[in-house]
């Protein structure tokens, strides 16, 4: 079943501080955070794991509420560069990465 | 570099066709995917597969088949294409280390059936 992404869609202006969050209503083993640009392939930005590990970009953060099964992605001093649509992916048990995906949060961020 | 890369970037072709896309990634991963994103940016997985092993086959018409001929090439093959086939088609690879397999996406390829 299918994650839910909110909100759909975001703007900012520069500086400004976002979260997106992705909820499951089944268990979930990981999420995983992808970037993708218009026209360009997603890119990695984090993994998050039952039990709190986790492995991702410097400049990126989140936060896995495994009681609620939901997570969130924080984006804080947004760059001109953060603009794109941010998918989750979740994994439920460990399923040779098998990721089902959100429907997208769309990013803008103005100067 | 090292990446993953993806044959055609851009494939226009007529309903009935057959048509492939090859993927190869030179990163040393074991495990590559298949992923359709729809018009609407809906990113789903087709396929999977583990050192050429067939490990992940979701509800997708016989029509599309993968093969794998090694573990750094995952092909994709689609007979008798239709108009609903038109999506990019991302291949990915992961190579798990531990608990972590983030997938890494080639560029895409944009099918449009005619």
């Not at chain 1, 392939?41 to 990126?60: D, N, R, S, T």
């Not at chain 2, 597969?49 to 016989?62: G, M």
């Not at chain 2, 573990?71 to 108009?83: D, G, P, Q, T, V």
Request: hydrophobic share 30%; aromatic share 12%; glycine share 8%.
């Amino acid at each position: 079943q299918q994650p839910v992404q909110s909100p759909q869609a975001v703007i900012l202006r520069e500086g400004e501080d976002a979260v997106i969050n992705c909820s499951s209503s089944k268990a979930l083993y990981s999420v995983h955070w992808y970037r993708q640009k218009h026209g360009e392939a997603p890119v990695f930005l984090m993994i998050l794991l039952k039990g709190g590990e986790q492995k991702g970009h410097e400049k990126i953060s989140a936060s896995f509420n495994e009681k609620k099964q939901q997570s969130s992605l924080y984006l804080t001093a947004s760059q001109l560069s953060y603009s794109g649509t941010y998918f989750c992916g979740t994994e439920y048990g460990t399923s040779y990465g098998k990721l089902t995906f959100g429907q997208g949060t769309i990013l803008t961020v103005h100067p | 570099d090292t990446a993953v890369s993806q044959t055609p970037k851009y494939l226009v072709t007529q309903m009935g066709n057959d048509k492939s896309i090859k993927c190869e990634q030179n990163l040393g991963h074991d495990t590559m995917y298949w992923y359709k994103q729809d018009s609407k940016k809906f990113l789903k997985i087709m396929f999977s597969y583990n050192n050429k092993e067939l490990i992940i086959n979701e509800t997708v018409p016989n029509r599309f088949s993968p093969k794998s001929p090694d573990k750094a090439h995952l092909n994709l093959h689609i007979n008798s294409l239709e108009l609903g086939d038109s999506a990019v088609y991302f291949c990915a690879s992961s190579h798990p280390q531990g608990p972590y397999n983030e997938q890494f996406f080639g560029p895409g390829t944009r099918l449009t059936v005619l």
